[in-house]
């Protein structure tokens, strides 16, 4: 942490973001839930005790999405104009790949939105499907891209 991040006292505090422009920005993160093929097939048949898996995290995402900065310690609260985001079946896993794009025009980027979107969608996809399967796995939660901002674009290799 530098100490631009730090108040007199030493601890934490946000970033000050008065002296930036607002821009647009967005980001886009994934992240996958592995599970038992019995699982699978539930959420496939939309046959879960507790309704369609795919479309509630799809909701619950853009939900968390909009909620960030509560969540997420010294996160400053930004308008979201877009949130995008699309849980689909994986055979190969077998599971759900989530996938969240978020975008905004303001004064800091949108990454921790579109990770807590993308995070917030897994999460819900085992709380729905977890009494066929407890041994459920998130995996590879991570930012693919952002764009935007003083430091520019950014793009997993």
């Given at each position: 942490?530098?100490?631009?991040?730090?108040?007199a006292?030493?601890?934490?505090?946000?970033?000050?973001?008065?002296?930036?422009?607002?821009t647009?920005?967005?980001?886009?993160?994934?992240?996958?839930?592995?599970?038992?093929?019995?699982?699978?097939?539930?959420?496939?048949r939309?046959?879960?005790?507790?309704?369609?898996?795919?479309t509630?995290?799809?909701?619950?995402?853009?939900?968390?999405?909009?909620?960030?900065?509560?969540?997420?310690?010294?996160?400053?609260?930004?308008?979201?104009?877009?949130?995008?985001?699309?849980a689909?079946?994986?055979?190969?896993?077998?599971?759900?790949?989530v996938?969240?794009?978020?975008?905004?025009?303001?004064?800091?980027?949108?990454?921790?939105?579109?990770?807590?979107?993308?995070?917030?969608?897994?999460?819900?996809?085992?709380?729905?499907?977890?009494?066929?399967?407890?041994?459920?796995?998130?995996?590879?939660?991570?930012?693919?891209?952002?764009?935007?901002?003083?430091?520019?674009?950014?793009?997993?290799?």
């Amino acid at each position: 942490m530098t100490l631009s991040h730090l108040d007199a006292q030493g601890r934490p505090r946000m970033v000050d973001v008065s002296g930036k422009e607002a821009t647009r920005r967005a980001a886009v993160a994934e992240g996958e839930i592995r599970m038992s093929p019995e699982a699978f097939s539930l959420v496939e048949r939309n046959a879960g005790p507790k309704g369609d898996v795919l479309t509630t995290a799809e909701l619950a995402g853009t939900m968390a999405a909009k909620r960030t900065a509560e969540l997420i310690p010294l996160c400053h609260p930004i308008p979201l104009e877009q949130v995008a985001v699309e849980a689909v079946l994986d055979p190969a896993l077998p599971g759900v790949r989530v996938r969240a794009t978020v975008v905004t025009t303001a004064r800091t980027g949108v990454e921790m939105e579109a990770l807590t979107a993308a995070g917030v969608a897994l999460l819900t996809v085992y709380d729905m499907v977890k009494a066929a399967d407890r041994g459920m796995e998130i995996t590879n939660l991570r930012l693919l891209e952002k764009s935007g901002g003083r430091s520019g674009d950014w793009h997993r290799t």
